[in-house]
């Protein structure tokens, strides 16, 4: 799975979908995921002390939701959106974004399940 947010890490896998007694463990757009860090960007000695240091490292277990899945959701409408790839934002303990910027397209179903911060950062919400 992506991470689109600038916290360092790149890759990450999920390892639990929280508070979801249904569907199997299945995590869908605005879920609260734990995920592990399988790929982060590479830390220097020059950037560590910097105030925008890599907040995250290779093997990290973190929090996260989920922004965009390849599985298709359907909206009130009837409408079916998917995406190209499943995608993630990291999160810390106080559910707050770890990163402050999103690169990518997210999800506008997670306005209506409490995440209407992640929405107004992202570039574009669809």
Do not use: H, Y
Not at 3 to 31: H, Q
Request: glycine letters at 8%; hydrophobic letters at 45%; one cysteine or more.
């Amino acid at each position: 799975m992506q991470c689109i947010d600038n916290s360092g890490a790149l890759i990450i896998e999920c390892v639990n979908v929280l508070k979801r007694k249904v569907n199997n463990g299945w995590g869908t757009v605005g879920d609260e995921i734990v995920c592990v860090v399988k790929r982060a960007r590479p830390v220097s000695s020059a950037t560590q002390a910097s105030v925008t240091a890599v907040k995250v490292r290779r093997g990290d277990v973190r929090r996260a939701v989920i922004v965009r899945t390849r599985k298709a959701v359907r909206r009130p409408d009837g409408r079916m959106i998917r995406f190209d790839d499943n995608a993630a934002v990291l999160l810390n303990n106080k559910r707050e974004m770890l990163g402050t910027r999103i690169g990518g397209i997210v999800s506008a179903d997670l306005r209506m399940k409490g995440w209407g911060k992640i929405v107004s950062l992202a570039p574009k919400a669809i």
